[in-house]
């Protein structure tokens, strides 16, 4: 079951470049997409959303775009930072109106920043 | 800033013994949900629990597996007899709900099952 992929598993970009992350679905059904950051160690966190009836969100260095045609979104992080080296996952869900709607995620992809 | 923890960390166990996993999930959050990701696969869904019930749960969360709100902060995930296959990082998460459901992580327990 793979609904979610992440086909690029590391990434590696000059600090003041931009990132691009992407992430491709095959359940027309999603509802909204989230983009989580993982540090070593720690639990992934929550960057940022799209709602399927959007094509951009921007929230500072962060932008996700949403091609619901080509079922795909990707994260752009600009500029890059070294502190942004971690694993980025993409995530899904649909919404069923009162219910808890898990996620599904992606493999992940390993962003290096290099200073 | 409210988050959500887990414990124990690292928890070491043989084969066929009971463990149990606990969460402290964000206070005023409603929604709770157990993930698991084996060692170099993907974060998987096991459970949601909503209003003192699991409102669902995948394929992996058999009869071997149960939560429980034993009070007003816990959230627990046991296993009544591990099996090697249950090694792995495990992820207590809340929400506070609709449309959007952003669901906020907790560090997660490594399983190791010998």
């Known amino acids: 079951d793979q609904q979610v992929k992440q086909n690029s598993p590391s990434l590696s970009v000059q600090e003041g470049r931009i990132s691009i992350l992407n992430c491709d679905y095959t359940?027309?059904?999603?509802?909204?997409f989230l983009w989580y950051k993982k540090y070593p160690a720690e639990g992934p966190t929550f960057l940022i959303s799209i709602s399927s009836i959007k094509d951009k969100n921007e929230d500072g260095r962060f932008t996700v775009f949403l091609n619901k045609s080509a079922k795909h979104l990707s994260l752009h992080i600009v500029p890059s930072q070294p502190g942004d080296s971690a694993v980025y996952f993409c995530a899904a869900s649909e919404y069923y109106g009162g219910a808890t709607n898990k996620l599904i995620f992606g493999t992940g992809t390993l962003l290096a920043v290099q200073p | 800033e409210p988050e959500v923890t887990q414990t124990p960390s690292h928890q070491v166990t043989q084969m066929g013994q009971e463990v149990i996993l606990r969460c402290v999930p964000i206070?005023?959050?409603?929604?709770f949900y157990w993930y698991r990701q084996i060692l170099g696969q993907k974060v998987e869904f096991l459970v949601s629990?909503?209003?003192?019930?699991?409102?669902?749960k995948s394929e992996i969360f058999d009869d071997q597996f149960s939560v429980e709100r034993p009070d007003g902060s816990n959230f627990t995930l046991k296993i009544r007899s591990t099996k090697l296959e249950d090694s792995a990082m495990y992820f207590c998460?809340?929400?506070?709900?609709?449309?959007?459901?952003?669901?906020?992580f907790g560090a997660g327990t490594r399983l190791s099952v010998l």
């Open positions: 359940n027309s059904m999603f509802d909204y």
């Open positions: 629990f909503y209003n003192n019930e699991i409102s669902e």
């Open positions: 998460a809340s929400s506070e709900g609709g449309p959007v459901n952003i669901q906020y």
């Open positions: 206070s005023n959050h409603l929604y």
